[in-house]
C-alpha cells in the first residue's frame, strides 16, 4: 500500500473495507459515476455497473479499496452480490426457476437484470429474439465467483420444456381414441414410418402398416416433410410420449365397399402385385387383393409380371374372410374356341394321336389344342376297337366335327364316303341279288353287300332244308332297305304263304324285330 492510501485510510478511518455506503449521486461521465458517502470526497462506481443511473438518484455500495488519488473506490454490483448470493445460491442448489429482465444483449448472449444484478442467459439456452424489457424465467446453470465478481449464467431450457409439458397434456387431456387429427409431418423413416407434429407440441406416429388398407409400404408415396396429414388416434401411450395413428383408418374398409360392388361371375380389372409359386395376387381395389391359381392364370402358359395389368373373372368371394379368388384365363379367348373359328366343322386337319382311353383317343393338334375321336367317327361300318385302328405317336388326317367341352371332335370316317347311302341309292326293296354270307347265328345269316355294307337273312326267311355257310353266295331279295334296317328272304311266295299258316298255328318262333334286337345287342 502506499504512502498516500496509508493517508488517506488513516484520514477516513471510520470507513472499512466491504462496508455497505450509502450515498447520492453527483456527477455521472462515461467512465464512473462519483456518490457523495458525506465525506470530503467522493466514491466512485464503474459506469458499467450503473448504466442507467442519473445524477440525484441514491444508490448503495460496497468499499473496495482506495485509489492512489485517495478516492473510495465502490461497487454496486458487489453489494447486489452480497445481498444477492443467498437467493441465487439456494435457487442454484434447489434449480429452482428466477426471474430476471432482459437489459442488453452481446455477441453470444443476453443481459438480464436480476434485482439490479446483472447475469447471462446465452443464445443456446435461450428462446429466439428476445427484445430488450423482455421478462424471462430461467434456471441459473452456472453461479461462480471470481475475481470480478459473481458470474451468473441462465437457461431458459427447462422452463420452456415444463411449459411445452404442460402445454402438451392439456392438447393430449383432449385427444381421445378414434379421433380424427391433423398433423404436420417432420420425418420420414422409410423402414418403419411417418413422424408428425400435432400443434407444434405432440409428436404422432404413423406406423407403414397403417398408410393403407392396401400394400404400398412406401411413406414417400403418401406425405413429404411439412405436408399435413388427417390421421386418426389409434392408441395413446401412459408416458404420452408418442401417440400412434392411422392414415387408413380415415378411410372405409375396402372390402365392406367391395362386398357392393363385387359379385360372383362378374369380370374385374386389377394390377398384379406379387408372383407366387402356385399363382399371383392381383389388387383390384386399394386394399382388396384377390388370388389367381396357377391353373387359373392362362391356356397357353403366358406368364405376368408385376406390375401388369390384367383382367379377371370373380369364382369366389367372401368378404368376411377377405377371400377372393380369380381366373385370368376365364377372360381369355378359349384356344379350341378360336381353332374353330380357324377350322370350321367340315374341315381338314392333322394331328398326333396322343393318348387312348377306352372307346376314345386324344389328338394334338396345336400348342394348348387337343381334340378327341369316339370309336363311332373311326368307321362307317363296325368300328371295331379304337387301338385296331390308331396308335400313339401316329400322324393322321382328320375331319373337324365340331366341339366336344374343351376339345375339338374328330372323326376319320367323314372323310371318306358313307356305304350306307351307297347301298340305299344302288338297291331297292325287292330286288334280288347275288350276296356272300359274312357270318352265320343261330337266328340266321348276315350277308355282305360289295359295299361292306351287312345285312340280316332271318332264320325264318331261309328256305327248309337249307344250310348256310360262312363265304357261301346266296341269292336273295331285299325285304327292308334303310340305314337303320337291311333284310332279306330267300324263300319264294309260295313258302312264304306255308310259313304264314304254320305260324299262326303256334305261340312260339322268333319275329324280324327280336331276330333284329339280338343282332343289335351283338
Known sequence: MGEFEKFFEKSFKEIKKGEVIKGKVVQVDERNVYVDIGYKVEGIIPREELPEVKVGDEVKAILLRFSRGGYPILSHRRYLEGRLTGFLKSSYEKGRFITGTVVGKREDSYIVDISGLRALL?????????????????????????????????????????QEEKKKQRVLSKIKVGDIIEGRVIKIDPNKGITLLVRNLLRAFLPLEDLSWGRDRNPYNYAEIGEKLKVKVRRIPKDGEFIFVSLKDTKENPWIKAEEGIKKGQVVNGRVVELRENGLIVEVMEGVEGFVPKDEISYDGTTFKKGDKV??????????????????????????????????VGSRVV????????????????????????????????????????????????????????????????????????????????????????????????????????????????????????????????????????????????????????????????????IMGKKLKL
Open 122 to 162: 446465452p443464445f443456446k439456452e435461450s428462446t429466439k429474439n428476445l427484445r430488450e424489457g423482455r421478462r424471462v424465467i430461467a434456471k441459473i446453470i452456472e453461479l461462480k465467483k471470481g475475481e470480478e465478481g459473481l458470474k451468473v449464467v441462465l437457461s431458459q431450457k427447462d422452463y420452456l420444456k415444463a
Open 311 to 344: 383382367s379377371a373373372q370373380v369364382l369366389e368371394f367372401d368378404p368376411k374372410r377377405r377371400k377372393l379368388i380369380l381366373s385370368i384365363k376365364k377372360t381369355l379367348p378359349k384356344p379350341w374356341e378360336e381353332f374353330l373359328k380357324r377350322h370350321p
Open 351 to 514: 394331328g398326333v394321336v396322343e393318348k387312348i382311353e377306352g372307346a376314345k383317343a386324344f389328338v394334338k393338334l396345336e400348342e394348348h389344342v387337343q381334340g378327341i375321336i369316339h370309336r363311332v367317327d373311326l368307321d362307317w361300318l363296325k368300328p371295331g376297337r379304337v387301338e385296331e385302328v390308331l396308335q400313339v405317336g401316329q400322324t393322321l388326317e382328320f375331319a373337324v366335327l365340331g366341339l366336344d367341352g374343351r376339345y375339338v371332335k374328330l372323326g376319320l370316317k367323314q372323310l371318306k364316303e358313307n356305304p350306307i347311302e351307297k347301298v340305299l341309292s344302288a338297291y331297292k326293296i325287292g330286288q334280288k341279288v347275288k350276296l356272300k354270307v359274312k357270318s352265320v347265328r343261330t337266328f340266321g345269316a348276315f350277308l355282305e353287300f360289295p359295299e361292306g355294307v351287312e345285312g340280316l337273312l332271318p332264320i325264318s326267311e331261309v328256305p327248309k332244308g337249307v344250310r348256310l355257310q360262312e363265304g357261301q353266295e346266296v341269292e336273295v331279295k331285299i325285304l327292308d332297305l334303310s340305314p337303320d334296317k337291311i333284310t332279306f328272304s330267300m324263300k319264294e311266295e309260295e313258302e312264304k304263304k306255308e310259313d304264314i299258316i304254320t305260324t299262326s298255328s303256334s305261340d312260339k318262333g322268333f319275329t324280324l324285330g327280336d
